[in-house]
T-cell receptor, first 110, second 119 residues
Framework: QKEVEQDPGPLSVPEGAIVSLNCTYS??????FMWYRQYSRKGPELLMY????GNKEDGRFTAQVDKSSKYISLFIRDSQPSDSATYLC??????????FGAGTTVTVRA | GAVVSQHPSWVICKSGTSVKIECRSL??????MFWYRQFPKQSLMLMAT?????????EQGVEKDKFLINHASLTLSTLTVTSAHPEDSSFYIC???????????????FGPGTRLTVT
């Protein structure tokens, strides 16, 4: 079993829809939870981070963490074609090493 | 700020040759750099962690004699793929941290990646 599971999709939504992404994990030592956006053949770009259960909002993005269920989510409201990318969840314990999910490829149709 | 560059962005080499990939932090001092490998439609897999001036720490299953890492300065780390074979073809990404221990792991900046194709 992988430490971090993420449905690779692909996910296709119309412009303006809510994009819902999620990951599950098995390592109880994970303390930090991140979401990255990666465009084709580019390095990942940090979108959101959190280290506690609950919700965190940043503009159109909401990150949700449920440590009891070992489940994290990212919601993108009012999605735009420019949001089309691969979204990676990542987690870390106190050793600062990042464990990534496989990434979900999202296409927002105009 | 916090820009990380990689060179080259794309390289093709013949089987059996060695390839060097550079990772530079352009506007900060990177005490720690990480090297990742990413196969198509798969996640980034951490290969090794390098701290400036000391030997790299490799993840389980990564051959340290094949993937040579040198972190000679606070702004440069290099990954050399020795005797490359087609199965080494992948996307190699580095990241860098500019803070001493105690800061959170999300303060880590990624380079744009290097696509290696071994023929």
């Amino acid at each position: 079993q992988k430490e971090v599971e993420q449905d690779p999709g692909p996910l296709s939504v119309p412009e303006g829809a809510i994009v819902s992404l999620n990951c599950t994990y098995s390592n109880s030592a994970f303390q930090y939870f991140m979401w990255y956006r990666q465009y084709s053949r580019k390095g990942p770009e940090l979108l959101m981070y959190t280290y506690s259960s609950g919700n965190k909002e940043d503009g159109r993005f909401t990150a949700q963490v449920d440590k009891s269920s070992k489940y994290i989510s990212l919601f993108i409201r009012d999605s735009q074609p420019s949001d089309s990318a691969t979204y990676l969840c990542a987690m870390s314990a106190l050793d600062y090493k990042l464990s990534f999910g496989a990434g979900t490829t999202v296409t927002v149709r105009a | 700020g916090a820009v990380v560059s990689q060179h080259p962005s794309w390289v093709i080499c013949k089987s059996g040759t060695s390839v060097k990939i550079e990772c530079r932090s352009l506007d900060f001092q990177a005490t720690t750099m990480f090297w990742y490998r990413q196969f198509p439609k798969q996640s980034l897999m951490l290969m090794a962690t390098s701290n400036e001036g000391s030997k790299a720490t490799y993840e389980q299953g990564v051959e340290k004699d094949k993937f040579l890492i040198n972190h000679a300065s606070l702004t440069l780390s290099t990954l050399t793929v020795t005797s490359a074979h087609p199965e080494d073809s992948s996307f190699y990404i580095c990241s860098a941290r500019d803070v001493p221990s105690g800061r959170p792991p999300y303060e880590q900046y990624f380079g744009p990646g290097t696509r290696l194709t071994v023929t």
